[in-house]
């Protein structure tokens, strides 16, 4: 992956030491510039985003950039396996 990071302007992203376990993080959003960016940068209305966590455990937004690389392949519909066939004619002993 050596796609350059492209950090989200008006959106900061913080993990309070003392928040219970169940909030992972809070988000700062500076209405102006987060707006701008997100003219600039979505998508059909959408503007995904990842909260990451940088190696010195700070947290921080990064537009998300990932797109499908082609479309979507069909599945070949799966083939049923032909019953077994029980040759009853067969030397039983009773």
């Known amino acids: 992956m050596s796609e350059e990071k492209i950090f989200v302007n008006g ?3 913080k993990r309070h030491p003392n928040a ?3 909030v992972k993080a ?3 959003l500076k209405m102006s510039e987060l707006i701008e960016f997100a003219r ?3 998508k059909d209305g959408w503007l995904n ?3 990451k966590e940088s190696k010195g455990g700070k947290y921080y937004a990064e ?3 990932w ?3 082609q479309a979507p392949q069909q599945q070949a519909p799966q ?3 032909e019953p077994a066939t029980v040759d009853f004619d067969d030397d039983i002993p009773f």
Do not use: G, V, W, Y
């Open 67 to 69: 797109e499908p690389s």
């Open 40 to 42: 600039q940068h979505h």
């Open 63 to 65: 537009l998300d950039t």
């Open 20 to 22: 219970p376990d169940f």
């Open 49 to 51: 985003i990842q909260i």
């Open 79 to 81: 083939q049923q396996p």
């Open 26 to 28: 809070s988000l700062s």
């Open 11 to 13: 959106m900061i992203a």
